[in-house]
């Protein structure tokens, strides 16, 4: 595609409930990322992916955090047992490596109830 | 560890005037400095970035300079148009992949 889509746009989850946001790359990006961006804050990083390997998760908060990438493409952040705390923007990037430009998605806003 | 700060929002102008937004970075190395811009509705996009010390960025009028020794990288833009109107924010990558962000400021230009 032409730039990076995330799905859905919106979701908004009751406390305690699964939710999966999906992320499609721009086509041929190596590199992917996952940001949480709070209101009125700056994004924070998640995960870190290179083809289908998880290089770096060390911004996942919690272990109810799980990010994917199986082929080394599409990626799924996947929240078990929302939390409140857990309402955000996630985003998805991706570029053609770790140190080149990051395309970025319009991003999910999960709001838990 | 890196962080960033940038002034806080909302800055409201009227059209044409001169735009200064401040961004200090703290870094243990020689980090990559960059401006995102978040229109409404959409998503970041990289307005400029800075590479090493003395470098200007530049992008659709704005401009940026890296200077390491007040470790800033503050924003600019000689007459501003009410279709500048968006979050900017200011962000570095250091020896790794990462991006570490400030809060974001939000621009609002009054016609």
């Known amino acids: 595609g032409a730039g990076v889509s995330q799905s859905p746009r919106y979701k908004v989850a009751k406390r305690g409930q699964d939710v999966a946001l999906r992320c499609d790359p721009i086509s041929g990006h190596v590199s992917l990322f996952w940001y949480q961006q709070a209101l009125g804050q700056g994004p924070e990083f998640l995960t870190y992916f290179q083809n289908e390997a998880q290089l770096d998760k060390s911004g996942l908060p919690s272990d109810r955090f799980f990010a994917e990438r199986p082929e080394g493409s599409v990626s799924t952040l996947k929240i078990q047992r929302t939390q409140q705390e857990d309402s955000a923007v996630y985003l998805c990037?991706?570029?053609?490596?770790?140190?080149?430009?990051?395309?970025f998605g319009q991003g999910t806003r999960l709001t838990v109830v | 560890g890196d962080s960033v700060t940038q002034m806080e929002g909302p800055v409201t102008l009227s059209e044409e005037a001169f735009l200064t937004i401040n961004c200090t970075y703290t870094?243990?190395?020689?980090?990559?400095l960059f401006w995102y811009v978040q229109y409404p509705g959409e998503g970041l996009q990289l307005l400029l970035k800075?590479?090493?010390a003395d470098d200007k960025g530049s992008n659709k009028g704005f401009e940026a300079t890296y200077r390491k020794e007040t470790t800033s990288f503050h924003l600019e833009k000689g007459s501003v148009q009410v279709s500048d109107s968006a979050v900017y924010f200011c962000a570095l990558r250091d020896s790794n992949y990462q991006l570490i962000w400030g809060a974001g400021t939000k621009l609002i230009i009054k016609p």
């Open positions: 990037a991706s570029s053609l490596d770790g140190n080149t430009e990051a395309f």
């Open positions: 800075a590479t090493k």
């Open positions: 870094a243990t190395g020689y980090p990559s």
